[in-house]
């Protein structure tokens, strides 16, 4: 397996936010983890990237424990990780060429006839060739989160994880970046994992559910299976994203 969470906790001003989080990952999976705001998504995401680091239990990558290490032993796994955060995390002073550069000269130094042959395929694989000269304020929405995408795929990482990709985009945006992820993936094969509220169209890009509640993952199984479930959790959440799908489109008609 590629991502294995045992026993998984974190608190803040002791307050518990995971308790007990178990969860695996299969090696060329995309996991969808849903659930309520507030309810520990994005800080397990950011603590399988070691931008947190839990209270107790293990992180394992690929069987190593990784949430003790530091330095050059936590860089090194984390150049095999991408992140796409939910704000994109790109930087509006420089153009979208070097927004998507930033990592392989940071990471890697390499010269810089290697860092435009990454660049460019990267650029190619978004659908943004021929845009890399832009600034991030002058494009759209859409648009950005494919330069974060990018970003986040030019150091070919193992693991993809991403944080809400489609948050304020208009449905039809939202589709194409899943369409995208989906077929980045086929492509590249990276395991990953996909916070959401996509409920249900970010089902035909996964082949795992989970839903994090209180803390803990409480059920985890395919994306049929989830929507047919009488779990009562699951379905009060899928209940309220279909009716908060259906007043966005209700309000966009008007």
Not at 52 to 70: A, H, M
Not at 131 to 157: N, Q, T
Not at 221 to 249: G, H, W, Y
């Given at each position: 397996?590629?991502i294995e969470?045992?026993n998984l906790?974190?608190s803040f001003n002791g307050?518990?936010?995971?308790?007990?989080?178990?969860?695996?990952?299969?090696?060329g999976?995309i996991?969808?983890l849903?659930?309520?705001?507030?309810?520990g998504?994005?800080?397990l995401?950011k603590?399988i990237?070691?931008?947190?680091?839990?209270?107790?239990g293990q992180?394992?990558?690929r069987?190593e424990n990784?949430?003790q290490?530091?330095?050059k032993s936590?860089?090194?796994?984390?150049?095999?990780?991408?992140?796409l955060?939910?704000?994109g995390?790109?930087?509006?002073?420089i153009?979208i060429?070097?927004?998507?550069a930033?990592p392989?000269?940071e990471?890697?130094?390499?010269?810089?006839?290697q860092?435009?042959?990454r660049v460019m395929?990267?650029?190619e694989?978004v659908?943004?060739?021929g845009?890399?000269?832009?600034f991030i304020?002058?494009?759209s929405?859409?648009m950005?989160?494919?330069?974060?995408l990018?970003?986040?795929?030019v150091?070919?990482?193992?693991i993809?994880?991403?944080?809400e990709?489609?948050t304020?985009?208009?449905?039809?945006?939202?589709r194409?970046?899943?369409?995208?992820?989906?077929?980045?993936?086929?492509k590249?094969?990276f395991?990953?994992?996909?916070?959401t509220?996509?409920?249900?169209?970010?089902f035909?890009?996964?082949?795992k559910?989970a839903?994090i509640?209180d803390?803990?993952?409480?059920?985890?199984?395919?994306p049929?299976?989830?929507l047919e479930?009488?779990d009562?959790i699951i379905k009060?959440?899928v209940?309220?994203s279909?009716d908060t799908?259906?007043?966005r489109?209700n309000?966009e008609?008007v």
């Amino acid at each position: 397996m590629m991502i294995e969470l045992q026993n998984l906790k974190k608190s803040f001003n002791g307050s518990e936010v995971l308790k007990e989080v178990n969860l695996t990952v299969e090696n060329g999976e995309i996991l969808a983890l849903v659930g309520r705001s507030g309810f520990g998504k994005s800080v397990l995401l950011k603590t399988i990237v070691g931008l947190l680091r839990p209270d107790k239990g293990q992180v394992l990558i690929r069987g190593e424990n990784i949430t003790q290490l530091k330095g050059k032993s936590l860089e090194k796994v984390r150049k095999n990780m991408g992140f796409l955060f939910q704000g994109g995390g790109l930087f509006d002073s420089i153009n979208i060429y070097d927004n998507i550069a930033f990592p392989l000269r940071e990471k890697f130094h390499l010269k810089e006839p290697q860092v435009k042959e990454r660049v460019m395929n990267a650029l190619e694989q978004v659908e943004l060739y021929g845009h890399e000269r832009k600034f991030i304020a002058e494009v759209s929405g859409g648009m950005k989160k494919r330069v974060a995408l990018a970003r986040s795929l030019v150091l070919d990482p193992e693991i993809m994880l991403f944080d809400e990709p489609t948050t304020g985009l208009d449905p039809v945006t939202a589709r194409n970046i899943n369409l995208l992820i989906k077929s980045l993936h086929e492509k590249r094969k990276f395991t990953g994992i996909i916070v959401t509220h996509e409920i249900p169209r970010i089902f035909s890009i996964v082949q795992k559910v989970a839903i994090i509640h209180d803390g803990m993952i409480q059920y985890i199984s395919t994306p049929e299976k989830f929507l047919e479930s009488d779990d009562t959790i699951i379905k009060e959440f899928v209940r309220a994203s279909m009716d908060t799908k259906l007043e966005r489109s209700n309000h966009e008609k008007v």
